[in-house]
T-cell receptor, first 112, second 113 residues
Framework: SQQGEEDPQALSIQEGENATMNCSYKTSINNLQWYRQNSGRGLVHLILIRSNEREKHSGRLRVTLDTSKKSSSLLITASRAADTASYFCATDDYTGGFKTIFGAGTRLFVKA | KAGVTQTPRYLIKTRGQQVTLSCSPISGHRSVSWYQQTPGQGLQFLFEYFSETQRNKGNFPGRFSGRQFSNSRSEMNVSTLELGDSALYLC????????????FGPGTRLLVL
């Protein structure tokens, strides 16, 4: 089963606009991570936010975490065509041993 | 440092065959995890190896197995292939502490006919 669920499933925007993706999860976490995947390739780690953090920035990325609502959001500002990719949130699951659980992902398409 | 490498990149097999995929982690990384990615099920955790021992395992049948060598390189094997095993298989490495960032390889795309 998947811990994180992203919303929306797909998003199409114009270059220069901001893109916001949301992730909800079910159980308590120690941290939450966001990854990007370009067209069926490997995942690239974007940012990690710990459960005691509320907001984190990295370049054009801003991630927020609301542990009371079990949700996180990823904001990409001033999007570029190169940001076209699938974005996944990932959380830790300690059921039966540690593993990372990925959400279904949001497919972002940035039109030039 | 060189990134995570996976071989082969593409593979075509027929039902009933077996397949072995290889993953070389980033130098110094002792943990290797394997994931299966399909359009229907998304990214699913297969197993994780640390210092040649399987430390964690996902909910996959026994046809899926793996191992890790002393140099941290890892292989996964799928026996008696089924059509539903067609997927992108990704491996990821990390230093070894839990909750760490994982670095992914480009994946092996397996097609079972």
């Amino acid at each position: 089963s998947q811990q994180g669920e992203e919303d929306p499933q797909a998003l199409s925007i114009q270059e220069g606009e901001n893109a916001t993706m949301n992730c909800s999860y079910k159980t308590s976490i120690n941290n939450l991570q966001w990854y990007r995947q370009n067209s069926g390739r490997g995942l690239v780690h974007l940012i990690l936010i710990r459960s005691n953090e509320r907001e984190k920035h990295s370049g054009r990325l801003r991630v927020t975490l609301d542990t009371s609502k079990k949700s996180s959001s990823l904001l990409i500002t001033a999007s570029r065509a190169a940001d076209t990719a699938s974005y996944f949130c990932a959380t830790d699951d300690y059921t039966g041993g540690f593993k990372t659980i990925f959400g279904a992902g949001t497919r972002l398409f940035v039109k030039a | 440092k060189a990134g995570v490498t996976q071989t082969p990149r593409y593979l075509i097999k027929t039902r009933g065959q077996q397949v072995t995929l290889s993953c070389s982690p980033i130098s110094g990384h002792r943990s290797v995890s394997w994931y299966q990615q399909t359009p229907g099920q998304g990214l699913q955790f297969l197993f994780e190896y640390f210092s040649e021992t399987q430390r964690n395992k996902g909910n996959f049948p026994g046809r899926f197995s793996g191992r890790q060598f002393s140099n941290s390189r890892s292989e996964m094997n799928v026996s008696t292939l089924e059509l539903g095993d067609s997927a992108l298989y990704l491996c990821a490495s990390s230093l070894g502490d839990t909750e760490e960032t994982q670095y992914f390889g480009p994946g092996t795309r397996l097609l079972v006919l």
